[in-house]
């Protein structure tokens, strides 16, 4: 960040049990946000009376992320919920930010915004949303509004894994002398890392499952059908009921408290891409990228933290199908464009790589509860650097990126955190 | 440890497909599929492939029956029996897995609580310390929870193998037990379940088995009440653990192991549950294709329409569980003295007073109750269930209070004072449905 700025510290949170399906436990947003909350504090080593506290003086304040509850479970106005939560939520700042699957990035850049100008001392994120309220093909019709709905969306089943599978096409049309197979493989690849990262993590949604890369390259079949063009069931993330939350917090509240060794934000980028994917595509033609906004997101959090990629020991990617984690490799500046299939194969991005990406599963084994995810990934960050993840610690992480995006990577959103210098 | 290759013979039941599918899948293994009907055992085959949902596996499933499979066994690296649960029939198999099994080999049993000492006696001696009990759960790709049984003969070393390959390669909660019957999970699962049917028979007039299911349902930490997981196992199941445990073992809660007699006239008549059409249960299906549950009323005889019981206690409980207020459901139990409540409140009691002494005379640890509970049965755990209560009462003082007979009889004080926190969130297990 420019200099003069302060600092914006994590405290840091917690994340529901991913495996979790709410309405089959007979509960519902009030339930996930009492135990969200609950936790995040404990894990931020806060109390609800040091909220009320804090609110006293009007030092708090909450911002939720989520995307479309409205359909999920009837109803909107929800940063007001939180009062249900706790009384120590009466009179406490709070609202909802929304930008599809990237809502609780919206939330975190807000949050910090309002940290680092003075404002607040503590900002408490939370991003949820609870999907398993309906069917499948009802919940995909519910997310083809994080695309240009009237256009991408109406009457197509499923849109989003078809239009990530055009993504796998328009990958491959780009890059002429990628080769479908190995394109293909690197996919399944990248599905397989995924899911054996999530066997790691106590909180995956998939810790139980089986998944193989044999399984993962074998598409079209009973258990593994095509879901979007040439991508399968093994190449998408999770319908997942989840909360995570992240508190931030000022310089003045570290001091004041004497809390030692908590990382910053380092950096962070936020872009807009052309909405209609067709128009994304045809805004690549001057660019060796294929997302070339996305690359610029990650270029912007570079440029305001200092750092490069060869400064990142663990990454966080966007892995809402494996062709977006294999566009993500690139964008990071882990490969040239084009060449994203190297740092597969040589297996640099798996877990005992020197460039470990999704450590805890991310999308695809972790689970996407899509308003939670990017509060998600800054907490699995937050774990990282500060050696706390368990089973699924990457060793000697000291920085960690985040990618985060809305619809067909329209809004990127990208975070740099790690330990102050 | 190294398992390329594995035999299992009895493919053709529901445990040994299922488990037949773990080795082929997680382990990556050749999987020789061995029963005594080669067609059916082809039958089982899609079964198999279909319990961990990937087709991939299909190749690594070799169909083979009974003449087969001393050849099967001379080439595998591990073998699984999962017959019939019946002495003289593993007996029988063990002796001729023994005579083909490989000097580098190993080979277990998935008996749910024969002797495994006695089973081990049945290979050459040179080859009986390599002889396991490895008791999983139904479903075992839902449930990863794996009782591990040693016996005097077992070779620590291959036993320190097998658990790790167990652990890190089939991902399954292991379990160290002893060879005691029915070992820990279906142990303290059963003490509650069959004390359920007791219950039920004691109440009968007030409905009994409806009446008893409603009492302690999912809201009290579980996904299913007791008696409808009976009728799921089987009756015939329940009856051989209990009186297995009941004919073998003796402790405090030995009266509660007696199946009751209404449903031994029940298992005469076959009527044993979900997989023969109707036992405690019996979903009834009308002309008009409308579906209804009705229940076995133990005073009549007959099958009638379940109640749709409402108790005060119970549904103010949902309510808060809906909320996601843990500590005020708790609050409405204990605070309850309706006869209901106390029925409910007794055998949560019960619960962690049984799960925490048992843990301890079959298994090595006290954590080992809350694993088998947790991945063996979805319930909440003991040691998660006696945290959870305790943040709203004295939880032993509840215990002494009502219970001053088992108190006389083992030190319960020493087991609660004993108890550590557990690694299980225990809001998972309650539920506000059903």
């Known amino acids: 960040m420019s200099e003069g700025m302060s600092k914006v510290y994590i405290l840091g949170g917690a994340q529901t049990d991913f495996e979790r399906n709410w309405k089959k436990e007979g509960k519902g947003m009030i339930a996930l946000l009492k135990e969200a909350m609950t936790d995040g504090l404990e894990g931020a080593e806060l109390t609800f009376d040091d909220v009320k506290e804090l609110n006293q003086e009007n030092r708090v304040a909450c911002f939720v992320g989520n995307f479309i509850a409205e359909k999920y479970v009837d109803q909107g106005h929800l940063g007001a919920f939180l009062t249900e939560v706790d009384s120590a939520f009466y009179g406490v700042p709070s609202a909802r930010y929304e930008a599809a699957c990237a809502s609780s990035s919206v939330a975190i850049d807000t949050a910090a915004t309002k940290v680092r100008s003075g404002d607040y001392d503590v900002a408490i994120v939370i991003g949820w949303e609870l999907m398993k309220t309906v069917e499948t093909r009802v919940g995909g019709d519910y997310l083809g509004r994080a695309a240009y709905y009237e256009r991408e969306g109406k009457g197509i089943n499923l849109p989003f894994p078809k239009l990530f599978g055009r993504l796998a096409d328009e990958t491959l049309m780009k890059y002429p002398e990628l080769d479908e197979k190995r394109y293909m493989d690197a996919l399944a690849k990248i599905s397989a890392i995924n899911y054996e990262n999530a066997k790691r993590n106590p909180l995956a949604q998939t810790r139980k499952w089986f998944m193989s890369y044999r399984q993962a390259r074998t598409r079209g079949t009973e258990t593994n059908p095509l879901v979007g063009g040439r991508l399968a069931v093994s190449d998408c993330s999770q319908v997942t009921d989840g909360a995570a939350v992240v508190v931030l917090c000022s310089e003045k509240f570290i001091a004041e408290r004497g809390i030692k060794e908590r990382p910053i934000i380092k950096g962070y980028g936020h872009r807009t891409a052309p909405l209609l994917f067709e128009k994304k595509m045809g805004d690549n033609q001057g660019s060796e990228y294929i997302l070339p906004w996305t690359r610029q997101t990650v270029l912007d959090s570079y440029r305001r933290s200092g750092l490069t990629v060869d400064d990142i020991d663990v990454f966080e990617t966007h892995d809402c199908f494996t062709s977006s984690e294999y566009a993500a490799i690139s964008a990071f500046g882990l490969t040239k464009p084009g060449k994203e299939y190297e740092a597969v194969e040589s297996g640099l991005i798996s877990f005992t790589g020197s460039k470990p990406i999704n450590p805890g599963g991310g999308l695809i084994g972790c689970g996407h509860p899509v308003g939670a995810s990017g509060a998600r990934m800054l907490l699995d960050l937050y774990k990282q650097v500060t050696k706390t993840a368990g089973e699924y610690q990457v060793n000697g992480a000291r920085n960690g990126i985040m990618l985060n995006i809305g619809g067909s990577a329209t809004t990127n959103y990208v975070f740099v955190i790690g330990a102050e210098e | ?434």
């Open chain 2, 1 to 434: 440890m190294d398992i390329r290759t594995v035999t299992v013979v009895g493919v053709t039941g529901i445990m040994g497909a299922n488990v037949a599918g773990i080795f082929a899948s997680f382990g990556d293994a050749k999987v020789y599929c061995v029963g005594r009907d080669i067609e059916k055992v082809k039958r089982a085959i899609p079964r198999i492939v279909k319990s961990v949902r990937a087709d991939v596996i299909a190749h690594n499933l070799i169909p083979a029956d009974f003449n087969n499979l001393e050849q099967c066994v001379a080439d595998s690296d591990f073998v699984f029996e999962s017959s019939k649960e019946d002495i003289r029939v593993k007996s029988e198999i063990a002796t001729r897995i023994g005579k083909a099994l490989k000097n580098s080999a190993i080979s277990a049993t998935g008996s749910s609580g024969l002797s495994i000492t006695e089973i081990a006696e049945c290979y050459p001696e040179n080859m009986r310390g390599h002889f396991f009990g490895v008791h999983m759960f139904n479903p075992p790709y839902m449930l990863q929870l794996c009782e591990l049984a040693s016996t005097k003969y077992s070779d620590e070393e291959m036993y320190a193998k097998l658990k790790e390959y167990l652990r890190i390669k089939l991902h399954r909660i292991v379990v160290e037990v002893r060879d005691s019957p029915a070992f820990l999970g279906n142990r303290i699962g059963f003490q509650f379940i069959n004390e359920a049917l007791q219950y039920a028979e004691k109440y009968k007039d007030n409905g009994g088995i409806d009446y008893i299911d409603a009492v302690i349902g999912p809201f009290t930490g579980r996904s299913m009440p007791p008696l409808a997981t009976s009728d799921f196992v089987g009756l015939d199941v329940h009856k051989a653990i209990v009186d297995n445990i009941y004919a073998n073992t003796y402790d405090y809660a030995h009266e509660t192991f007696v199946f009751p007699d209404f449903a031994q006239k029940l298992v005469e008549e076959g009527k044993l549950g979900r997989k023969s059409g109707g036992g405690l249960y019996r979903l009834v299906e009308y002309d008009n294709g409308r579906r209804r549950q009705n229940v076995y009323d133990i005073s009549t005889g007959l099958y009638r329409d379940v109640i749709p019981y409402i108790f005060p206690f119970s549904d103010k409980m949902k309510r808060q569980i809906e909320a996601g207020d843990y500590h005020k459901a708790f609050e409405e139990l204990v605070d309850n003295c309706s006869q209901e409540a106390e029925i409910c409140l007794s055998f949560l009691l019960k619960y962690i007073v049984y799960s925490l002494y048992t843990a301890e005379k079959v298994g090595y640890a006290m954590e080992a109750a809350d694993d088998v509970m947790a991945a063996g049965f979805n319930w909440c755990p003991p040691l998660a269930m006696y945290q959870a209560m305790s943040y709203v009462a004295d939880v032993p003082v509840l215990i002494k209070k009502r219970f001053p007979e088992i108190c006389q009889q083992i030190d319960v004080e020493r087991y609660l004072a004993e108890a550590r926190s557990s690694k299980y969130d225990f809001r998972v297990y309650f539920k506000s449905g059903g």
